[in-house]
């Protein structure tokens, strides 16, 4: 079967460093997405991984192994703006994205 | 810019209403898709679409029906609206074989 966990909920404190982590099980593989949410928005796209590896962007950076099945999106020098909802999914076989529940991230100053 | 546009922000509908969730999309992409999104749950895949006139049941398909009629338009549509249709719909889209996906800004349903 297919499934892909993420916690519910983080704090963080403004300035800090926050890994967000992200598990999946899947027999075919096509990607790994990471999406921002701010609440009552849309979500934009933050990072995409298909290869095994870090890749940064900026503050954030996302990192996948395929053979663990486990992603994390890093944010460093978090700012209040980061406070959202942070979504990760994997693009399956048939192409098809299936979604965690997402993470609310709160951050205090 | 990419832009994919709902029409409706906001409704209130009463138990029984057909509505009608539009959705535009102006980069020529292949691929459409319609969310609900509930607290707890994550995006959950209502109905998708590879090409006009084509479409495909997600995985919560039961009280919707969608039409596909030209590229750039994907509607959504609740024949006898319900009160658990209650929700947050997200329309996206992505060309074939994309890396990224757009999704709209979101209209919020609640039914009465």
């Known amino acids: 079967g297919q499934n892909i966990d993420q916690p519910t909920e983080m704090t963080a404190t403004e300035g800090a460093i926050v890994q967000i982590n992200c598990t999946y099980q899947?027999?075919?593989?096509?990607?790994l997405f990471w999406y921002q949410q701010h609440a009552g928005e849309a979500p934009t796209f933050l990072s995409y991984?298909?290869l095994d590896g870090l890749e940064e962007k900026g503050r954030f950076s996302s990192f996948l192994s395929r053979s663990k099945g486990y992603s994390y999106l890093l944010l460093k020098e978090l700012q209040m703006k980061d406070s959202a909802s942070y979504l990760c999914?994997?693009?399956?076989?048939?192409?098809?994205?299936?979604w965690g529940a997402g993470t609310k991230l709160i951050i205090k100053p | 810019d990419v832009k994919v546009t709902q029409s409706s922000r906001y409704l209130v509908k009463r138990t029984g209403e057909k509505v009608f969730l539009e959705c535009v999309q102006d980069?020529?992409?292949?691929?459409m898709f319609w969310y609900r999104q509930d607290p707890g749950l994550g995006l959950r895949l209502i109905y998708f679409?590879?090409?006009?006139?084509?479409?495909e049941k997600g995985d919560i398909p039961e009280g919707y029906s969608v039409s596909r009629e030209k590229k750039e338009r994907f509607s959504l549509i609740l024949e006898s609206a319900s009160t658990n249709q209650t929700s947050m719909y997200l329309c996206?889209?992505?060309?074939?074989?994309?890396?990224?996906?757009?999704f709209g800004e979101g209209s919020w349903l609640t039914v009465v």
């Open positions: 996206a889209s992505t060309r074939q074989g994309g890396n990224t996906i757009y």
């Open positions: 980069m020529d992409h292949e691929n």
């Open positions: 679409s590879y090409d006009v006139k084509m479409k």
């Open positions: 899947t027999s075919g593989f096509n990607g």
């Open positions: 991984n298909v």
């Open positions: 999914a994997f693009m399956d076989s048939n192409y098809q994205l299936i």
